[in-house]
């Protein structure tokens, strides 16, 4: 996959500092990684990029909305999304990302390249469970949330299932208690 050029950072001509870096990230984006898990997105990348003699060290901070399905009703809705992400960038013989927070890149480097942390950040920030808020606070007007609920199994169906309990059960029960 090659690198979007808007995501390499070429470290090399920048002084020994803290450098911010600015990202808006849309739908092209995933549609690059051939994601489609995202119905829309709307996301603010903040990077903080300090150099230092002997490495790097850059501060993610994501926040913003993904425009998901529901697991349970399948209407979208608007995800609400933060996330933060340290990465430390060290000089070494070859490249290894072994490390979650830790990238060696050879010696002789002069740019880094972000968007797959960028794109691990915002798919991690989702839930697993993605559930519309409109079914918590009771708002949302579904068919499928109808249907739910009259599937459901009913909590006073269940109260007379166990006041009929086969006799048989109650002499038995006599037996643990004349001890």
């Not at 995202?38 to 993904?66: A, C, P, W």
């Not at 606070?137 to 299932?161: A, M, Y």
Request: hydrophobic fraction near 35%; charged fraction near 30%; glycine fraction near 4%.
């Amino acid at each position: 996959m090659k690198p979007l050029k808007e995501f390499t950072i070429p470290f090399v001509g920048l002084k020994v500092a803290k450098h911010h870096f600015e990202y808006k990230i849309e739908q092209a984006f995933f549609e690059y990684f051939e994601y489609k898990e995202f119905n829309d997105v709307s996301v603010d990348v903040h990077l903080e990029l300090e150099k230092k003699s002997t490495l790097l060290e850059l501060h993610f901070k994501i926040s913003g909305f993904v425009n998901v399905n529901c697991d349970l009703t399948n209407e979208p809705y608007n995800q609400p999304i933060e996330n933060e992400f340290d990465l430390v960038v060290k000089f070494g013989d070859e490249y290894n990302d072994e490390h979650i927070n830790i990238l060696i890149v050879p010696h002789g480097t002069y740019e880094i390249n972000v968007q797959q942390y960028i794109y691990e950040s915002i798919v991690l920030a989702v839930p697993i469970k993605r559930v519309h808020p409109g079914i918590k606070d009771g708002t949302l007007d579904s068919d499928i949330l109808k249907k739910l609920e009259e599937l459901s199994p009913k909590q006073k169906e269940k109260k007379n299932e166990e006041d009929e309990i086969d006799p048989r059960w109650n002499t038995l029960k006599k037996l643990l208690t004349d001890k």
